[in-house]
């Protein structure tokens, strides 16, 4: 089992910066790809970014490939989210999630922080 649990949630102003965090506890953390998504009201969770287990590897949605940022501290069981330039379509609750490889399903997740941009 692993334990997720995200913070750094708030309200920004557009154009504003956030930076989420996702603490994991529970079995070994660097074995685990991580990922982001994220749910708007009224649509379908969606894929944000995800990061290999030593962080060499990361994918991001076009839609925040050049704002967001996505990076792993195994020391500290954390992987991180940097939100820059952030618009009102980014509002969504934001989830961490951890899988065994990039070709597996994600078996984690956590409760989730919601992040409101403010136009």
């Known amino acids: 089992q692993v334990q997720l649990v995200e913070s750094g949630g708030g309200l920004v102003q557009a154009g504003g910066s956030l930076r989420l965090s996702c603490a994991a506890s529970?079995?070994?953390?660097?074995?685990?790809?991580m990922g982001w998504f994220r749910q708007a009201p009224g649509k379908e969770r969606e894929f944000v970014a995800s990061?290999?287990?030593?962080?060499?590897?990361?994918y991001r949605a076009d839609s925040v490939k050049s704002r967001f940022t996505i990076s792993r501290d195994n020391a500290k069981n954390t992987v991180y989210l940097q939100m820059n330039g952030l618009k009102p379509e980014d509002t969504a609750v934001y989830y961490c999630?951890?899988?065994?490889?990039?070709?597996?399903?994600?078996?984690?997740w956590g409760q989730g922080t919601q992040v409101t941009v403010s136009s």
């Open positions: 999630a951890a899988r065994a490889n990039f070709k597996t399903l994600y078996e984690y």
């Open positions: 529970g079995r070994t953390f660097n074995n685990y790809v």
């Open positions: 990061i290999s287990w030593s962080g060499g590897t990361a």
